[in-house]
């Protein structure tokens, strides 16, 4: 059903992009084309219907897009299951070679020259 949706978005995006393209850019469609005036069928019901079928295909892009967003194949594990599989792969990583938790070994400062030449 998804890739049913999928083709069907695809079909309509071109068909969409189409009419958009054939649209004349100042309003009037097709009809700068032609010459006449009310005509059956001529030119201003060629831009009427073009304007109409872009709307309706954004419409139905919106809503096909809507629907396989709803529809999307997800994986076949459960929640519960995610947790558990997030625990074990938690457990089986390597810890870290130094505990962070004890408190820190305070050192000696170094000596200096001259507590070197005192010692001797």
């Known amino acids: 059903m998804y890739i049913f949706i999928s083709v069907l978005i695809l079909i309509i995006s071109i068909l969409l992009g189409l009419i958009v393209l054939v649209q004349n850019p100042k309003g009037g469609g097709l009809a700068a084309n032609f010459s006449g005036g009310n005509q059956f069928m001529g030119a201003r019901q060629t831009a009427d219907f073009?304007?109409?079928?872009?709307?309706g295909f954004a419409i139905a892009l919106l809503v096909l897009t809507l629907t396989a967003s709803i529809i999307i194949p997800r994986g076949t594990?459960?929640?519960?299951?995610t947790n558990t599989l997030l625990q074990e792969k938690a457990d089986q990583t390597k810890q870290p070679a130094v505990d962070f938790t004890?408190?820190?070994?305070?050192?000696?400062?170094?000596?200096?020259?001259?507590?070197?030449?005192?010692?001797k």
């Open 102 to 119: 004890a408190p820190p070994v305070q050192q000696q400062p170094a000596a200096t020259p001259d507590q070197k030449k005192d010692k």
């Open 50 to 55: 073009l304007e109409k079928a872009s709307w």
């Open 77 to 81: 594990v459960q929640a519960d299951q």
